[in-house]
Nanobody, 122 residues
């Protein structure tokens, strides 16, 4: 069982920056960030594989950067140029796939953090 604990959310004005952190209690091959706004489905923000390859939702490309400190088992999401539409609860997620490739679907991730709120005002 892997436990995930997020931190770093908050309220910022549009154009501002935040960095989210997610401390994991163990190793997983696939880790990522998902978000869910009120009334909407949970959606992928970004994932990172154990070999460092990353994937991003199109709307955050060029603004968000996912990274991982393997020595600390900590996942990060640097969010720049934030927009009001980025407002959501952000969740850290992880799993070990049966095959090597990591899914971009939330339903495949078995470990979840409690979430951290990000609010961007215009």
């Amino acid at each position: 069982q892997v436990q995930l604990v997020e931190s770093g959310g908050g309220s910022v004005q549009a154009g501002g920056s935040l960095r989210l952190s997610c401390a994991a209690s163990g190793y997983t091959h696939c880790m990522g960030w998902f978000r869910q706004a009120p009334g909407k489905e949970r959606e992928l923000v970004s994932i990172i594989r154990s070999d460092g390859r990353t994937s991003y939702q199109d709307s955050v490309k060029g603004r968000f950067t996912i990274s991982k400190d393997n020595a600390k088992d900590t996942l990060y999401l640097q969010m720049n140029s934030l927009k009001p539409e980025d407002t959501a609860m952000y969740y850290c997620a992880a799993y070990n796939p049966l095959l090597y490739e990591c899914s971009t679907g939330a339903h495949d991730y078995g470990y979840w953090g409690q979430g951290t709120q990000v609010t961007v005002s215009s």
